[in-house]
């Protein structure tokens, strides 16, 4: 091989012929300093040498990066190295990996400060963006409500406080993810358990699912720990069990409960609560309800059912006429009077004080629900067909798979059932009358 000294005009000029795939200019100063070159890419300094009987050759580096000398001096250093008995391709490998053993360890580092920072609260927000479209609006709201700061000003709700109460989750958000362990949660929930049981072990099951949710996803799985820390026997235990709720209207209370929710004075609470007991729909399905989801033609009424999505039930005679006595303010059939273009606001207030008048002993909205089923039983209605009209899930494989009840089906029943209740309630309407224009009938 012939060298040269290396100068700048040689190095810079040197050029690969296009003939080639390489060439290389050998510097006659340094030994196994040389210039490789192809007719694409960029030269580069290359060091070529023997060891151990066989051709080795490593990259320096551009002219650009490298000045002659320095590449001079990197020549004969690893030429010593050769002449020491090592091989300088081992070297290479072991600076390379230290250097990325120091990225990886600063990388490592970075995320730890990350991750020490990271707090619930940050987390929370992802996930509720992340889940929000698999959830129903109610869903959602229970983990804004439950996470919610408090403080507000309100007249509502606040048992004389003036003020809103931080939900359960509230006193978690400030706190870094990785302290959210079991012991910190085992306190909570003896604290929660003591004051608002019912909150709290939703707001507990709810944490649940987020921390199940953390493990799930690489950003947070190496912040919390693998085991659900909020799944411990002391938690469940602080929170208690919730007691099976028996509320429900037995047939004598019927003709107070009609005299006294027919004379509130909103006459959209008064059909809504109605409502709930005529259909025995969930109190959140009716106050969704719009008035696109009434089907006048087929006398249908569309639910927007929390388990399979929609459901289409009868839209019996006395609801119908209920409903459309209403005031068309928005698109919910129950329009809110405060709130433009949204529904109203749970009416447990004026159906407490209705039952107040009525004699009943305190009955929630969903215990409406429930009096749908019980009073069901009087009429020896088939199971199936109450099941379908609440939206309950079918729980024999006949139902499931053999059973189809078309809406004229249902709707046999459901008049029936309808006209029943009524009858017990002492209520009584003109069925031929044309709706809206309910009336009572002597």
């Not at 409500?145 to 004389?160: F, Q």
Request: net charge positive.
């Amino acid at each position: 091989m012939a060298k040269i000294a290396f100068t700048a005009g040689r190095v810079s000029g040197f050029k690969c012929p296009s003939d080639k795939k390489q060439a290389f200019l050998w510097d006659a100063t340094a030994p196994g300093l040389g210039l490789r070159a192809t007719p694409a890419g960029k030269p580069a300094y290359v060091f070529q040498s023997v060891y151990q009987s066989k051709d080795i050759r490593l990259t320096i580096g551009g002219p650009d990066a490298w000045s002659i000398p320095d590449a001079q001096a990197k020549a004969r250093e690893l030429q010593r190295l050769i002449d020491e008995g090592k091989d300088p391709r081992d070297l290479k490998r072991a600076a390379l990996a230290a250097a990325q053993a120091q990225v990886s360890a600063a990388a490592t580092a970075a995320a730890e400060v990350v991750a020490q920072a990271l707090t619930v609260e940050e987390a929370w927000s992802a996930y509720l963006e992340e889940r929000r479209q698999h959830w129903g609006a109610r869903h959602y709201a229970d983990h804004i409500t439950l996470a919610r700061a408090g403080g507000e000003r309100s007249t509502r709700g606040t048992r004389g406080r003036g003020v809103t109460v931080a939900g359960p989750l509230h006193s978690f958000m400030a706190l870094a993810l990785r302290d959210l362990n079991a012991p910190a949660i085992e306190a909570w929930a003896a604290k929660e358990g003591k004051t608002r049981p019912t909150a709290a072990r939703l707001a507990w099951r709810l944490l649940r699912a987020f921390l199940t949710w953390c493990t799930e996803h690489s950003q947070y799985s190496a912040i919390v720990p693998s085991t659900n820390p909020a799944k411990t026997r002391k938690a469940r235990e602080s929170l208690g069990k919730s007691s099976v709720k028996q509320d429900a209207l037995l047939k004598e209370q019927l003709s107070g409960w009609f005299a006294a929710v027919r004379a509130i004075g909103n006459p959209t609470v008064s059909a809504y609560l109605q409502t709930l007991l005529l259909t025995g729909a969930r109190p959140g399905e009716v106050m969704v309800m719009r008035w696109e989801d009434l089907n006048i033609q087929w006398r249908g009424l569309t639910i927007r059912d929390k388990v399979e999505g929609v459901r289409v039930i009868p839209l019996t005679p006395y609801v119908h006429q209920l409903l459309a006595a209403l005031p068309r303010r928005s698109a919910y059939v129950f329009a809110s009077n405060r709130k433009e273009g949204a529904p109203i606001t749970v009416p447990n207030h004026a159906h407490h004080r209705a039952c107040k008048v009525a004699g009943v002993e305190l009955l929630t909205l969903h215990g409406l629900r429930r009096s749908f089923k019980s009073l069901t039983e009087w009429l020896e209605c088939p199971a199936g067909v109450v099941a379908q009209i609440q939206g309950h899930k079918p729980s024999a494989t006949a139902e499931k798979h053999y059973t189809v009840r078309p809406l004229d089906l249902l709707r046999l029943h459901h008049e029936r059932i309808e006209a029943w209740i009524l009858e017990q309630a002492g209520v009584q309407f003109d069925p031929a009358a044309e709706p809206g224009k309910l009336r009572a009938v002597q």
